[in-house]
């Protein structure tokens, strides 16, 4: 069997057992196609691979100025892989056991600040254009830390009825309620207003659109690109850095913000859909690390040994 149908066969098992999600099968295809041409360049069929190839492998990520993270996620596919060919037969034995990684960098995830925020929100509901779907777009991530991938694919039957929660499906098909705060539910409501007038508008025999935020693309509504794109266009309106504005630092600022006004760690952690509470727990960090750069930059103390 050929190093690519083992690489198919492994991430079709992904699809089919995990319930894997396109973006993470690709992701792993990219890893372990890499690898691949790596072996071929050097002869080695997968079926042959040792121990040392791979140390070799990791080696020359090094060399290429790889950061830990990425070559710890690619010995994580890497690993995943010889596991899955032990188990279906194709290989005798598995040549990752007892292989020490690199280990992770933890990097403190970036946030935003309240006031950023706010600027953010007040540019939607100013702006040219969709203002109100942009401005629920933005009142939603903020009210409830989802992911955009899973905002953008909302269905409006989870919008209907003035909700005071909603329903997410997240990463492996697990659902979770979010509450809404009252500025997300006015927001909403507002914008389910002038969708539903959209789509009575639409020509005889058009199929209404199951999604909150329509889109005559090809994945039926907005896509993750498009409301990237959208919030770089709104952080220049508000004349917020473009850098320091991303989706997923919406996301964060949730998480940061919820944390420093006294909510706990396991709320948050259902909240935002993590599996594990260690992936929560980098938040507090986050917050460690304001409170530090707080007394370094703003205690009087601090302000005098500069002057001296």
């Not at 690619?74 to 279906?88: D, N, Y």
């Not at 992911?147 to 990463?171: F, M, T, W, Y």
Request: net charge neutral.
């Amino acid at each position: 069997m050929s190093g690519a149908t083992w690489v198919g066969a492994f991430l079709d098992s992904l699809a089919a057992e995990r319930d894997a999600a396109a973006n993470t099968r690709l992701a792993y295809g990219r890893d372990l196609n890499d690898f691949s041409g790596w072996l071929a360049h050097r002869g080695v069929q997968l079926s042959d691979v040792s121990r040392g190839d791979v140390d070799a492998y990791l080696l020359s990520c090094e060399a290429q100025g790889l950061s830990k993270a990425t070559r710890a996620r690619r010995l994580s596919a890497i690993r995943q892989l010889f596991r899955f060919a032990h188990e279906e037969g194709f290989r005798e034995d598995n040549p990752t056991l007892r292989l020490s990684g690199p280990g992770k960098e933890r990097k403190l995830p970036g946030t935003l600040e309240v006031p950023e925020i706010e600027a953010l929100i007040a540019a939607a509901r100013s702006g040219a254009g969709d203002r109100m779907r942009n401005t629920c777009l933005l009142e939603l991530l903020y009210a409830t830390g989802m992911r955009v991938s899973e905002l953008v694919s909302l269905p409006v039957a989870a919008a209907r009825g003035d909700p005071r929660v909603i329903l997410v499906r997240g990463k492996g098909g697990k659902e979770r309620l979010v509450p809404l705060s009252p500025p997300a539910r006015e927001a909403l409501a507002e914008w389910l207003g002038e969708r539903d007038a959209a789509e009575e508008g639409k020509s005889k025999g058009a199929q209404p659109s199951r999604f909150l935020f329509p889109s005559r693309g090809v994945a039926g509504h907005l896509t993750r690109q498009g409301f990237f794109a959208l919030l770089k266009d709104l952080a220049a309106q508000a004349g917020i850095p473009l850098d320091r504005v991303t989706p997923h630092r919406l996301r964060h600022a949730f998480a940061t913000h919820l944390l420093a006004n006294g909510a706990d760690l396991r709320s948050i952690q259902a909240m935002l859909g993590h599996a594990d509470l260690a992936t929560t727990e980098i938040y507090t960090h986050v917050l460690d690390e304001r409170l530090r750069e707080l007394v370094l930059t703003k205690h009087p103390l601090a302000e005098r040994n500069e002057a001296e």
